[in-house]
């Protein structure tokens, strides 16, 4: 390959910092770096990185909260031709061990209050808050000056969320990421003068690599915030400092379902992305019409895919709110049977990507990822129905579909009808172990206010047919989630199966 292309992550950022050096990059509580400041830090921290004895092709972890050093600290990994691994900040125990030394992560980078949960022997160099941290070593360090990564080369292990297994690295290249990011750019939307905000966890694909990468291509200021607090949220759109917010539904049915919600003055949200997990539609409507000028934006994919595979539109809204959208400019999409030929429009099957987006498989998985990669597409394990106008929609995991007597049914149809209750909060729909129905359709609810099961499963009867009801419902104070907001479905099918 010859050299100097630049088709690549840190890449990103340094065209940005020559073209516009002055402007303001990311605001991190009381920290502000222009573009020039942050691409200077960038080379700093993967000269220092690499002083470590760290080489090319290394793997280091990353282990903390959201920070303006957590995206210095991926950017660095990125410079010096290292493979960063985030790791999600509240993983403990067998969970974290399992992610460190299954990706052979020689150095850990980590805020001080999370070091400590670390196995026994694992290098750590603290992002943050610490003398000899990152972000304090950086004035003291010269600048990188090696070569350049190159567009091939493997710049991150994103892990699998793991709702239904161990999770899989997927090796994500350079050159992967960049197709992310301008399919991301097109397709949302995205432009120098937006005011971004990000919130949610860096360590997700979701925040760093369809918003906060993104943005930073473009030459927008970023605003990182710990985490999505709906008071600071509220204060910076009202202050006019933000106008677009990306949060997963259990997000946006949080601030939703906050008392101010119908009376702070919202109106400068210009935009407003939605996924990492399915949209209940009866919430989308409710956001919708408190809100009738905002543009809403559905973005669906997975960590394989870098993560965006499809987008719905702010015009493309109407008429098909459960619609996940159209594949973005470097994706190819299809809806397959079992046999793996396709499968006519409106009929269910499983959506499988061809793309320079996908990652190179998983990481010392040969034959998962010989599975993933079948007959030249990756199956995604995603059950989706494709309409004439090339619109798909995500009807549940492959997983995740029940059946019950022998007929099978779609977890987000039932959950979809229970949103319409206005007594429930939040509903996740599995199939528990059956005599009579091989699988029940259970209903798991956390209430708003006073409701009971039958009250519930006769709601879900009168909006379905009666095979799709709940044949049973159980009451809980909150869903388990992993950090990006998505339901552990395997956690309730555990607790509840024997019940």
Sequence with gaps: MTPGHGSTVDGVLRRSARRTPARVAVEYRDRRW?????????????????????????????YGHNSDAYLIGFLACARAGLVHVPVNQNLTG?????????????????????????????????????????????????????????????????????????????????????????????????????????????????????????????????????????????????????????????????????????????????????????????????LRERLPELAFYNCFGQSEIGPLATVLGPDEHQGRLDSCGRPVLFVDARVVDEDGKDAPDGTPGEIVYRSPQLCEGYWNKPDETAEAFRDGWFHSGDLAVRDAEGYFTIVDRVKDVINSGGVLVASRQVEDALYTHDSVAEVAVVGLPDEKWIEAITAVVVPRGEVTEAELIAHARAKLPHFKAPKRVVFVDALPRNASGKILKRELRGRFGDG
């Design 34 to 62: 222009t573009y020039e400041e942050l691409d200077a830090a960038v080379s700093r921290a993967a000269r220092l990185l690499l002083g470590e004895g760290l080489a090319p092709g290394d793997r280091v972890g990353a």
């Design 94 to 286: 067998d969970d974290l061990t399992y992610i460190v030394q299954q990706s052979g992560s020689g150095l850990v980078l980590a805020d001080p209050d999370l070091a400590d949960r670390l196995p026994d022997g694992v290098r750590v160099l603290p992002l943050r808050d610490a003398d000899d941290s990152l972000l304090a070593r950086l004035p003291s360090t010269a600048p990188h000056d090696g070569p350049e990564p190159r567009a091939e080369d493997l710049t991150q292990l994103l892990y699998t969320s793991g709702t239904t297994a161990l999770p899989k690295g997927a090796m994500m290249t350079h050159r992967a990421l960049v197709h992310e990011y301008l399919s991301a750019i097109t397709a949302l939307d995205l432009g120098a003068g937006d005011r971004p905000v990000h919130a949610l966890p860096l360590y997700h694909s979701a925040q760093m690599h369809v918003f906060l990468l993104p943005y930073l291509a473009v030459g927008a200021t970023n605003i990182i915030l710990d985490a999505p607090d709906g008071d600071r949220l509220f204060d910076l759109i009202e202050a006019g400092r933000v106008d677009s917010l990306f949060a997963p539904p259990t997000v946006w049915i949080g601030l939703a379902n906050r008392p101010d919600f119908a009376t702070r003055d919202l109106s400068g949200l210009r935009k407003a992305y939605y996924g990492a997990s399915i949209m209940p539609v009866p919430v989308l409507e409710r």
